[in-house]
């Protein structure tokens, strides 16, 4: 039975993977698990703009209200407003409804602990156990007992007003091209950057509970390019639906993702002295330029499984303060215990205004070697089958033996999509492709 918990919540299909008993159970569950019912407790929730997040929310705080918690309704907030408002407002737990970056049909639900940081493997696991257990043993009170909803959606503001105190930078001047998503960011990011004096032009902040990620934000930048350059803005900024990601747009229409922000961000703050251990944090999905960049201020590269959560873990263990994902999940634990578009974007357009340098001089830093990427669609119960196959090992050792230790394959299953992930990089883009989709074709024969 494949593990209900991926490695951003539980994702699925809303209203047939995702449903409403399902939201109703991990409601349940997951306030018993992360209160033990030690005291009457209080979980604040917020989602993103889909139209199945009426059906789930609804849901999963009935679930929550009837193991006498209470529910508190912030509306529509980025994920990274919910980690830092549930320690602003002493909140038990987090949860956000929202499937980030994939299309509007898909729905998820994760929880954030009291300190605002995602569940661990074991926590999740608990959760779990309950759900598929019915939620036995778990409290059922009745009459004064149960737990009662509440909403508060002057929150937007207070997060909004945190966002602009730790602005760090006047943005008069400036001019920033937006792209939200139609999703969680609408609600805020236009409203913040034009009250740091940047002048705002958009696009896709018109979310209709459908429209979310439909070729626009972080995952389709192709239109916020155009717009850079019509507009004559410094620079463009793509979100994800739930902004705990960024892409940014240089002032030339080039996307600069994830791993160039890292460099960027990492050699500031180590120029400041305020990287502790000369480290950054990345996954193995980031480029080899990544390491090669940082490698030349004398900043060290440590890597993690994907997700952000491990990247997480693995700066919380190092004290480190920076890292983050190709896919511009980026984390500065001294801002947010979690991925913050947002406050990426902050950072960024600081060191701009500080250096006077345009975001492709900025990002040049770095020299990417060539990275192809093929998604290999497949059964959800077969993904990890990969590994045990001998045809499919022995193709990748040849590959990697073609490559002669100048490059790298890597397969993996998603984390989030019935999909497995084919990465190669190298010196020649010609091979790359070809070795791809060659063993793309493999993994698609083998695992049909």
């Not at 030349?296 to 190092?318: F, H, K, N, P």
């Amino acid at each position: 039975m494949p593990r209900m918990f991926g490695t951003d919540g539980v994702r699925g299909i809303a209203n047939t993977e995702l449903t409403g008993n399902l939201a109703y159970d991990l409601g349940r569950a997951g306030a018993q698990a992360l209160t033990q019912g030690t005291h009457k407790p209080t979980v604040i929730i917020g989602s993103d703009t889909r139209r199945s997040c009426d059906l789930l929310k609804c849901a999963l705080m009935a679930g929550i209200c009837s193991v006498g918690a209470h529910a508190v309704d912030l509306g529509v907030l980025p994920t990274p407003a919910i980690a830092l408002l549930t320690r602003q407002m002493g909140a038990d737990a987090g949860v956000v409804i929202s499937a980030s970056h994939n299309p509007a049909k898909y729905n998820g639900i994760k929880f954030f602990n009291r300190e605002g940081y995602k569940l661990s493997d074991a926590l999740e696991d608990e959760i779990e156990a309950l759900v598929r257990g019915g939620c036995a043993g778990v409290p059922s009170p009745t009459g004064a007992e149960l737990g009662r909803i509440e909403t508060r959606p002057e929150m937007r503001a207070e997060y909004l007003e945190a966002l602009v105190q730790r602005a760090g930078a006047d943005l008069s001047g400036l001019t920033i091209a937006l792209d939200c998503a139609n999703g969680a960011a609408s609600r805020v990011a236009p409203e913040l950057f034009a009250r740091l004096g940047a002048r705002v032009v958009s696009r896709a902040c018109e979310p209709d509970g459908m429209n979310i990620n439909l070729d626009c934000g972080s995952t389709h930048p192709e239109a916020l390019q155009a717009l850079v350059v019509e507009s004559g803005a410094d620079v463009g900024l793509a979100f994800d639906g739930d902004a705990d990601r960024l892409i940014a747009v240089d002032e030339t229409g080039k996307i600069v993702d994830g791993d160039e922000m890292l460099v960027v961000c990492g050699r500031a703050l180590k120029e400041k002295g305020q990287l502790p251990g000369d480290t950054v944090v990345a996954t193995v999905m980031s480029n080899m330029g990544l390491d090669i960049a940082l490698r030349q201020s004398g900043i060290r590269v440590e890597r993690t499984a994907v997700g952000d959560r491990y990247v997480l873990e693995r700066m919380l263990q190092g004290g480190y303060v920076l890292g983050g994902e190709q896919s511009g999940h980026i984390i500065f634990l001294r801002d947010n215990t979690t991925g913050d578009g947002i406050q990426t974007a902050l950072h960024l357009l600081s060191i701009l205004t500080e250096t006077g340098r345009p975001l492709s001089a900025l990002a040049a830093q770095m020299q990417r070697l060539p990275q192809v990427l093929v998604n290999v669609p497949c059964a959800g119960e077969k993904k990890h089958a990969f590994a045990e196959d001998a045809a499919i090992c022995a193709r990748i050792g040849e590959i990697e033996a073609e490559l002669a230790g100048c490059g790298r394959v890597l397969v993996r299953p998603s984390g989030t999509e019935a999909l497995v992930r084919v990465m190669l990089e190298g010196p020649d883009e010609a091979m790359l492709h070809r070795s791809a989709e060659d063993l793309a074709a493999l993994l698609r024969a083998r695992l049909s």
